[in-house]
């Protein structure tokens, strides 16, 4: 499942050392694009938690490939590559990009502003608050399961954390990559103050938040 970042899809020893952590996309190219920050998001946590895994779990030994049947747009890719995983043919055996860790608070930072407008066009809404009311709302009045409702959990979950931090930029707030499971992301205030709205975005799309995700 393309969306399942609470889990590693596959994990096999490899006979030099070490293990190779697969992660499966088998959407289409078209189905990548429709809505490529979500893509983005979901992908680089994906490939962040799996490394953490890796660290906790094997003592660092092993790499993380992103198996993908459908062609990645590039800012996908740039972004799965930068976060640390190289891509592979959807066996997981070919890789077609390596890896090239470096930083993606900046790729995140935009791909969460990009994906909160894009929910906020879709409701057809003229403000961001406007926005988060409508779309908490929604989820409080159907809550998902993240295990049996992986591919619209998630998806949910990030729909109402963007659009959370969009409203926390007005006090400068930018979102960074953290070593935090499953979920690596926060946001950081100038002051060093560092929030998570996927955490409370997780507890209202499962009908247990007691607090409001902008709280």
Not at 6 to 16: E, I, Y
Not at 83 to 94: F, H, R
Not at 183 to 194: L, N, S, T, Y
């Amino acid at each position: 499942m393309w969306a399942r970042v609470h889990k590693l899809d596959r994990v096999r020893a490899q006979p030099t050392g070490g293990v190779l952590i697969v992660l499966e996309d088998g959407r289409s190219s078209k189905q990548i694009q429709l809505v490529p920050s979500l893509s983005i998001l979901i992908a680089v946590a994906r490939v962040l938690a799996a490394r953490r895994a890796l660290e906790l779990k094997f003592d660092g030994k092993g790499e993380v490939r992103y198996a993908v049947g459908g062609k990645l747009p590039s800012e996908v890719s740039e972004a799965i590559s930068r976060a640390g995983a190289a891509i592979a043919d959807v066996t997981g055996d070919k890789v077609e990009v390596p890896a090239q860790p470096s930083g993606v608070a900046a790729i995140i930072d935009i791909a969460f502003s990009d994906l909160a407008h894009h929910v906020r066009g879709n409701l057809g809404v003229a403000d961001l608050a406007a926005a988060l009311k409508q779309t908490e709302a929604r989820r409080v009045a159907a809550p998902l399961d993240r295990d049996k409702d992986t591919e619209r959990y998630w998806p949910a979950v990030l729909e109402l954390a963007s659009l959370a931090g969009e409203l926390s930029r007005s006090r400068g707030a930018r979102w960074i990559e953290t070593r935090d499971l499953p979920v690596p992301f926060a946001m950081k205030f100038p002051d060093g103050a560092i929030s998570h709205p996927t955490v409370v975005a997780q507890s209202i799309v499962e009908g247990s938040a007691r607090e409001p995700v902008d709280g």
